[in-house]
């Protein structure tokens, strides 16, 4: 019995010592994939960490300020990041990403930071706005100075001072760029202009255009018709 144990005892440990041993981390640069036992041999690109949000949405023009990332080797000295912002552009809409990198003897590590630039309410709330367009003076008389300010919701729209001399306030929404002015009325005391608008934002947020479709009930001066106006920040 005593040579039975001794025999299994010798067996085992050459089963143990057969063991093939090598990196078995799979966050290491050289893994071993056949190493059943580590054996310390691991090594590591630095850990990169991306400060702040990794992902966030700023309106056109909005203000950012860059949190930028932070490295560190296995042993939790520090690693220079590069940043690489070039192509983003906060003043035009898109999707951007601003990458870091940080390298040691191992390799380098990369990241990157979602921006998504969009038109939001800051964008058509300021400053001043004028307008030109194909509209007949008579029966839908834009006014050229008119002044637009948020309207209900985050998306809202409210462009007061609507019409020469009746004035009037037409709303509707903002969504991603294109622009809509629901069916509405402007009462003129003689009249009614009934009217509604598609329109788009370009990309920079300095320039919409709607395409009127309007009825002025007055009587002599009204009429039916299309027309586009062009608003254009001042």
Excluded: H
């Amino acid at each position: 019995m005593k040579k039975i144990f001794f025999t299994l005892a010798i067996l085992s440990l050459a089963m143990t010592s057969c063991k093939k041993k090598g990196c078995t981390d799979a966050t290491a640069t050289n893994r071993n994939a056949k190493a059943k036992k580590d054996d310390g041999s691991c090594l590591y690109r630095p850990f990169l960490t991306i400060n702040g949000q990794a992902q966030m949405t700023i309106n056109v023009g909005g203000a950012y300020s860059d949190a930028g990332a932070t490295a560190v080797n296995k042993d939790g000295s520090s690693v220079v990041v590069s940043t690489d912002s070039s192509s983003f552009n906060k003043n035009q809409t898109g999707v951007y990403y601003i990458n870091y990198a940080a390298a040691n003897v191992n390799g380098t590590t990369t990241g990157s930071r979602k921006i998504t630039v969009v038109v939001g309410a800051s964008n058509w709330t300021s400053p001043t706005w004028a307008v030109s367009s194909t509209c007949s003076g008579t029966s839908f008389p834009l006014s050229t100075s008119p002044v637009i300010s948020a309207g209900a919701g985050a998306n809202g729209i409210s462009i007061d001072n609507m019409f020469n001399l009746v004035g009037g306030t037409a709303s509707g929404t903002v969504n991603g760029t294109a622009i809509s002015l629901p069916n509405q009325t402007i009462n003129i005391t003689v009249g009614d202009i009934i009217f509604s608008g598609i329109g788009t934002m370009n990309a920079t947020a300095t320039q919409f255009q709607v395409t009127y479709t309007y009825d002025n009930t007055t009587p002599l001066i009204g009429g039916n018709g299309t027309c586009v106006a062009i608003y254009d920040k001042q």
